[in-house]
């Protein structure tokens, strides 16, 4: 299973010209504090990445990403090559342990340069006193590595690389689909991008890539979609900086062409972040000749309100972008009623652990419960900004029926002028033979080599 890629040797030294550090230093720092559920991966490399040298930053990526993904049978393993855990205090230690456990199992690294880099990492924390543990620990996996992965494989959190109560939420609700979900959930995702059809024609797009040497898929169910064979930098892709393309999941494509804009409508994207599916709705809008259309974008938190400001200014779409809560309807509605609102609610992201693999971390079975009740505040506060004959789309990143169809059925039994119509109502040309049908909308499971985890259901207000 090893990565074509080796730690660097000129990154175990911080750099002190420029104040920035090794991968190996922000990546202890980046994993500590997700051990310590203080933020998200995402966030935290947002947070961390100018810490690193631009050369250095995928390699940052590689270790933050690398150890979250095998975080289940990395933790697994150190724990019974440990007499006693580390305590609270001494989490970066066990960040530490956590690296040179995967440097020794997943990349090319030399055996003897990734324990040398795990003892000297104790040395920078000022924790000599763990540098002749951490030598031992390593040394014993070295030498029992295949012997010690024999013992644990029948621990599902080993054999799954998953935790044991999300396969078990997996069997339990999906049992004919658990292979693809688990296998899926644990490979590296495809590189898909949306091109912007009011620019330039998918045949077109993919022709020009194809000239440049990268190879292309359609995607199945989205008309915009591409998949690249192999990923590139987004500098690589023709006409990325003027908006004509960008990258996004097939899934999440599905929003736009199934809310499908049009001329003079007064649409919500309520919890916008990162701002793909606002740009899309814009895109949409404006391949229609429908530049008409007015978007208002609702977003939480400041930081990635920046990210769909930068969104649409590549692309060259403005919007009426609000930093709130999407519940608090005193913080931001103006009292004007929509006619179409997208509502990507908060939910576990169960379906996108590829992209997110700190869930395997940090999601615990009582988060479901928090957030079906956040999502039900949303949706039946939102539900109130929507005309009378008007649409929204529930949609989520998860595999959990109780953020989904169970949500919906909830809504749906205490909201009398609401009521669930078919995914293609607004667009009749969109074939939707995407995932299953459940009891209320549609589940979409990760493929291997497609789309992510998603579910959507279309609601009309009477």
């Given at each position: 299973m090893n990565h074509d890629n080796s730690f660097p040797s000129n990154t175990s030294q911080s750099s002190k010209s420029t104040g920035q550090q090794s991968a190996r230093q922000v990546a202890i720092k980046v994993i500590t504090n997700i051990l310590l559920q203080q933020g998200s991966l995402s966030t935290q490399l947002a947070r961390h990445q100018l810490d690193v040298a631009s050369e250095?930053?995928?390699?940052?990526?590689?270790?933050?990403?690398?150890?979250?993904?095998?975080?289940?049978?990395?933790?697994?393993?150190?724990?019974?090559?440990?007499?006693?855990?580390?305590?609270?205090?001494?989490?970066?230690l066990y960040a530490v342990l956590l690296l040179g456990l995967y440097q020794l199992t997943y990349m090319n690294t030399p055996d003897h340069a990734a324990v040398n880099e795990t003892v000297e990492a104790c040395r920078i924390l000022n924790k000599d006193w763990a540098t002749k543990l951490m030598n031992a620990v390593l040394r014993r996996y070295q030498r029992e590595a295949d012997d010690i992965v024999e013992i644990l494989e029948t621990q599902p959190s080993v054999e799954f690389n998953m935790p044991k109560w999300l396969v078990k939420r997996f069997n339990k609700h999906w049992p004919e689909h658990l292979e693809e979900i688990i296998e899926a959930s644990n490979t590296h995702p495809p590189m898909c991008i949306r091109v912007n059809e009011s620019l330039v024609s998918r045949e077109t797009y993919k022709e020009q890539l194809l000239d440049l040497g990268i190879n292309t898929e359609k995607g199945e169910f989205s008309d915009s979609a591409l998949y690249?064979?192999?990923?590139?930098?987004?500098?690589?892709?023709?006409?990325?900086?003027?908006?004509?393309?960008?990258?996004?999941?097939?899934?999440?494509?599905?929003?736009?062409?199934?809310?499908?804009?049009?001329?003079?409508?007064?649409v919500l994207d309520a919890c916008a972040a990162p701002g793909g599916k606002t740009g899309h709705l814009l895109e949409k809008a404006n391949s229609a000749g429908l530049s008409s259309m007015e978007l208002t974008a609702v977003e939480l938190e400041s930081w990635r309100m920046e990210k769909i400001e930068s969104n649409l200014e590549r692309l060259g779409y403005s919007a009426q972008l609000i930093c709130a809560d999407a519940s608090d309807l005193d913080a931001w509605w103006d009292g004007e009623h929509f006619d179409k609102i997208?509502?990507?609610?908060?939910?576990?992201?169960?379906?996108?652990?590829?992209?997110?693999p700190d869930i395997k971390i940090n999601r615990k079975p009582a988060d479901i419960d928090d957030l079906v009740i956040i999502q039900r505040e949303i949706l039946n506060k939102v539900w109130t900004t929507l005309k009378s004959g008007g649409f929204m789309l529930y949609a989520t990143c998860s595999l959990?029926?109780?953020?989904?169809?169970?949500?919906?059925?909830?809504?749906?039994?205490?909201?009398?002028?609401?009521?669930?119509?078919?995914?293609?109502?607004?667009?009749a040309d969109l074939a939707v033979e995407w995932g299953i049908p459940v009891s209320h909308g549609r589940q979409l499971f990760p493929q291997a080599n497609g789309h992510d985890g998603f579910y959507y259901c279309l609601l009309q207000k009477a």
């Open positions: 250095h930053a995928p390699m940052l990526k590689e270790l933050c990403f690398g150890v979250c993904r095998q975080y289940p049978r990395l933790n697994s393993i150190a724990l019974h090559l440990l007499a006693h855990p580390f305590e609270e205090k001494d989490t970066d690249l064979k192999n990923a590139v930098r987004v500098g690589e892709l023709p006409g990325f900086d003027d908006g004509y393309v960008s990258v996004q999941d097939e899934a999440a494509q599905l929003s736009a062409h199934i809310l499908s804009p049009k001329a003079g409508e007064k997208l509502l990507d609610v908060p939910c576990t992201a169960t379906g996108v652990i590829r992209r997110n959990m029926p109780e953020e989904n169809e169970q949500q919906i059925q909830h809504f749906l039994a205490n909201q009398e002028d609401a009521k669930e119509v078919a995914l293609n109502s607004l667009a």
